[in-house]
């Protein structure tokens, strides 16, 4: 007979990232999340946001997988 275990995770590592400080950025994210939106906008050179709808981290991040464009969010890890 199968038994059942619970599921257990532990985070044991994470990306932490700072932005350098002569780029002229902000965001309302941090560590992965952060790191993800700064990569994609410095593809893009988007610095200053100037989409009101990709204004906010989360609505960038949307946006950059609706485009398709993955590899950003390969920066990003847990463990």
């Excluded at 902000?26 to 989409?51: H, I, M």
Aim: with cysteine; glycine share 6%; net charge negative.
């Amino acid at each position: 007979m199968a038994e059942i275990a619970p599921l257990r995770v532990q985070l044991i590592a994470k990306t932490e990232f700072s932005a350098p400080p002569d780029v002229p950025w902000s965001t309302d994210a941090d560590g992965g999340a952060a790191l993800v939106e700064f990569a994609g906008r410095a593809c893009y050179q988007s610095w200053s946001k100037p989409n009101p709808r990709t204004a906010t981290n989360a609505a960038y991040v949307r946006h950059i997988i609706d485009v398709g464009h993955f590899s950003v969010l390969e920066h990003a890890s847990v463990s």
